[in-house]
């Protein structure tokens, strides 16, 4: 099935998203939003637990140098926010190591007892073998569902700048300044997107509700800071 159609209407999809500052570590943007949340303060997990537990790993997960910083095959699982977001504009710097793997997740439901939700792909697209896979599952990708087009991606070692933004149905992400991918929630093609993919059999895959926002450990070396949110009205 050619896909090519599909993705090019979801592209087309305009969503009137807030201003983009290149600038992550500033807090900037349109006033009648909300204020720019910390959700990494540099210093400490505060804030963070581990996916289905009460508090925050003993292993695996540390801050370095204002990096919240999984250890390579440090353990750990994941980690999400205390807090839940419906409508959010999420910014973060990162960094993958040379053939690493990692994501950011959201549509995030710990009453399914695995983190499966919508993942930011983030990943060495250079070495990692997943990323040879194809574009859905390399940088920016809705993974396995609808790949980034023309992702800027900087090599495995260097800082990202990236951005998920929810409101209503539409969902954009962005890299490094672009916006690279655009969908709906429950249009037809990301509902034909979830059927050629891993998901097409998990119920709450593709619909929207409040959810933390979730760091992965995909036991590869991976580093997040500048980690910020604001809900939109």
């Known amino acids: 099935m050619n896909t090519r159609p599909l993705v090019a209407l979801l592209l087309g999809l305009a969503l009137g998203s807030p201003a983009w500052s290149a600038d992550l570590s500033k807090d900037t943007g349109p006033s009648k939003h909300g204020p720019w949340i910390k959700l990494f303060d540099g210093k400490s997990t505060e804030g963070w637990r ?27 699982g994941d980690i999400i926010t205390d807090r839940l977001f419906s409508d959010f504009e999420l910014r973060f710097e990162w960094k993958i190591s040379t053939g690493g793997n990692s994501g950011v997740k ?7 007892k695995a983190a499966i939700g919508h993942e930011y792909q983030l990943i060495d697209d250079a070495a ?39 409101h209503g149905d539409s969902v954009e992400h962005w890299l490094n300044g672009d916006c690279v991918l655009k969908y709906r929630i429950g249009s037809p093609g990301l509902t034909a997107a979830k059927a050629a993919s891993k998901f097409k059999n998990e119920p709450k895959w593709g619909t929207r509700f409040a959810t933390p ?5 995909h036991s590869d070396a991976a580093e997040f800071r500048h980690i910020r949110i604001r809900e939109l009205k």
């Open 106 to 112: 959201y549509f995030i439901d710990e009453a399914r």
């Open 213 to 217: 926002i979730l760091l992965q450990d």
């Open 50 to 76: 581990g996916f289905g537990k009460a508090t925050f790993p003993e292993q695996g997960w540390i801050v370095k140098d204002g990096w919240l910083t999984h250890v390579a095959k440090g353990g750990g």
């Open 128 to 166: 990692h073998p997943d990323a040879k896979v194809g574009p859905k599952r390399q940088t920016a990708a809705l993974y396995d569902a609808l790949p980034a087009q023309s992702p800027r991606v900087k090599p495995a070692g260097q800082i990202n700048e990236s951005a998920i933004i929810v």
